[in-house]
C-alpha cells in the first residue's frame, strides 16, 4: 500500500531522510520509498514549471494576438479615416467647381448683357445718324422743291407762254 507523500520542499527533505534512514538501516523499501518521494517532488516541481511556462507561453500567444488585433484595428481607422479626408477632399474640391462655375455663369451673363446693351447704344446711335440723314435730306428735298418752284416761277415769268 503506497504512502501519501507531502510534496514541496517539505516533501524532499522527507524522501530524503526516508532515503538516508532506509540506507542506514539497510531497510531497502524506505530507501526506495524516501527516493521516489524525492522523484515524485520533483516531478511535481517539473510540472508546475512546466505548467507555469506553458501559462505563460499562453499568456505570450494571447498578447501577441491581441497586438495583432490592435494593429489590425488601428490600420482600417487609418483607412477609414483617409478615406474621410479624401471624401472630405472630394467634397471641397467639387464646391469649388460648382462656386467656379457659378462666378463664371455670372461673369458670362455680365459680359453679355454689356454687350447687348452696347448693341442698344450702337443701334441708338445708328438710328439718330439715320434720323439725322433723313431729316437733312427731307430739308434738302424741300429746298431743291423751294428752288424748283422758283426756277419754275422765274420760268414763267420769262417765258409765259409756255405754261403746261
Do not use: C, H, Y
Amino acid at each position: 500500500m503506497p504512502e501519501e507523500t507531502t510534496g514541496g520542499l517539505a516533501g524532499k527533505l522527507a524522501g530524503k531522510v526516508k532515503a538516508a534512514a532506509g540506507s542506514f538501516t539497510g531497510n531497502e523499501n524506505l530507501a526506495r520509498e524516501g527516493r521516489l518521494q524525492e522523484a515524485q517532488v520533483d516531478a511535481e516541481v517539473d510540472a508546475r514549471r512546466e505548467a507555469a511556462e506553458a501559462q505563460q507561453a499562453e499568456q505570450e500567444a494571447e498578447l501577441v494576438q491581441k497586438k495583432n488585433e490592435t494593429e489590425e484595428e488601428r490600420k482600417r481607422l487609418q483607412a477609414e479615416l483617409a478615406e474621410k479626408d479624401r471624401e472630405a477632399r472630394i467634397e471641397l474640391e467639387r464646391e469649388d467647381a460648382e462656386r467656379q462655375a457659378e462666378r463664371d455663369k455670372a461673369q458670362q451673363a455680365a459680359k453679355a448683357e454689356q454687350e447687348r446693351q452696347a448693341e442698344q447704344r450702337s443701334v441708338a446711335t445708328l438710328e439718330q445718324s439715320a434720323d439725322a440723314v433723313r431729316a437733312a435730306a427731307e430739308s434738302e428735298a424741300d429746298n431743291l422743291e423751294r428752288e424748283a418752284k422758283l426756277a419754275e416761277a422765274r420760268a414763267n415769268a420769262l417765258d409765259p407762254e409756255e405754261k403746261s
